[in-house]
Every structure is written in structure tokens, then in C-alpha cells.
């Protein structure tokens, strides 16, 4: 997320790009110090998106994968579970010839939904959560009903009522009037048994509720 970069650049005192692979393919596409997109590993690798139907110009997208290199065990247009979006038209400043995709938004099963049929990736809530409001440090939001949602946030006492009220009005006016919005301000997120911490977590049930590939991440 944006807000992660700026602390590591401003921790490490150098640059961060960011990469995007998983386990069953490997590396996929990573930046260069342009930082106008991800360079797709064309040389092995055919990276697809595949739009949802009706999905807007430039909204994110399903990645569909094919590796050119594994003479066993092949994936053909493999539907590993995330989403990205297209990337920027034209050659990178860069110079390389490589293809590129936009942001890679996280998995198809933790986008967040709205009743009327809105969505948003995980970048929205980086975003509201860091520039909406201050005081938060580290946030998770968790999508129980099509029409709840909670978010947790930590430390204790970081929001208050004003900061609430900012942040239910924002997210109304991106997922519809009749999204109900509940607060927990605690002193710890906990993280998964695995040891990561995941942002954006949906428990809706039907189509894109699970994802199809594991251990896919940027």
C-alpha cells in the first residue's frame, strides 16, 4: 500500500519497488525505479485479464496466467485468484519492452461489496484510513453481510466520534446509503495462524468468495 512504502522509504532511506508473484508460477511482474506500473515476465509467462462483465474501463480484473516454462506440470490461463488492473498505455520511461499491468488490487475474494452491486479493492481502505482520519496505525476490515461491515483499528481511542462520522460518510457514499458500518478500536489485531496480517477480509458466500490459487500476494 502507499502508506507502507513511504515509511519503508523513509525507514531504509532508499527506494521500494513492488513485486508481484505466487507460489504456483513464481515471480510475475515487478516495478522499475519509474514506478509506472509492473513489468510483466513476458519471456514466461502469459498474463491475461479478464474483466467482469459489465465491469467498468480500467477496473480491476481477474488474472488469468500460463507459464511458459514448466515442461510437468503446465498452468493454462490459470485463475489464481487476484485482481489488477490494465497497465498504463505505451512504452515505460524505462526503456524496457516488457508488457505491464496496473496496481494489483489483492485477492477477488476480499473485495469489499456494496448491496447496490458497488465495489472496492484494498487500496480504497489504505487510503481512507490513512488520509481520512489520523491516529490509526494499523486497521483490518471485515465484510460480514453484503450490508455489514467492521472495522478494526488499533490503537484504542484513535478514532472518536467525529473520526467515525468521517469515515461511515466516506464509505456510504462509495457502497451505498444502507451500508451499515460497526467500530472496534482495540489494542491489538491479531494476526493469522500463518503470521500475516490481512487487511481486506470478505465472508460473503457465492461466486468469488473463495479464491482459486494459494499463496498469492504482492
Not at 480484473?61 to 485468484?81: H, Q
Not at 455489514?148 to 481511542?157: A, D, F, K, N, S
Not at 464509505?171 to 451499515?180: H, N, Y
Request: aromatic content about 6%; hydrophobic content about 35%.
Amino acid at each position: 500500500y502507499p502508506d507502507q512504502r513511504e515509511r519503508m522509504e523513509a525507514a531504509w532511506g532508499a527506494p521500494v519497488c513492488n513485486l508481484y508473484g505466487c507460489r504456483e508460477v513464481g515471480l510475475v511482474a515487478l516495478e522499475c525505479p519509474e514506478h509506472q506500473g509492473l513489468h510483466v515476465m513476458d519471456e514466461r509467462l502469459v498474463v491475461e485479464l479478464e474483466p467482469a462483465s459489465g465491469a467498468a474501463a480500467g477496473a480491476p480484473a481477474e488474472l488469468l496466467l500460463t507459464d511458459l516454462d514448466n515442461g510437468a506440470t503446465p498452468f493454462l490461463r490459470y485463475r489464481v485468484g487476484d485482481l489488477a488492473r490494465p497497465g498504463p498505455d505505451g512504452p515505460c520511461p524505462c526503456g524496457r519492452g516488457l508488457s505491464r499491468l496496473g496496481e494489483v488490487s489483492g485477492r477477488s475474494f476480499d473485495v469489499i461489496r456494496g448491496p447496490g452491486g458497488q465495489a472496492v479493492g484494498g487500496t480504497f481502505w489504505s487510503l481512507l484510513l490513512r488520509t481520512g482520519v489520523g491516529g490509526v496505525e494499523t486497521f483490518q476490515v471485515v465484510q460480514h453481510a453484503l450490508d455489514r461491515l467492521e472495522i478494526r483499528v488499533t490503537p484504542e481511542g484513535c478514532l472518536g466520534h467525529q473520526g467515525r462520522q468521517v469515515l461511515t460518510a466516506r464509505i456510504r457514499q462509495s457502497l451505498g446509503d444502507d451500508m451499515q458500518v460497526e467500530f472496534r478500536e482495540l489494542a491489538r489485531l491479531e494476526p493469522l495462524p500463518t503470521g500475516k496480517h490481512r487487511f481486506v477480509v470478505s465472508r460473503l458466500a457465492g461466486p468469488g468468495a473463495a479464491g482459486g490459487g494459494g499463496g498469492a500476494g504482492a
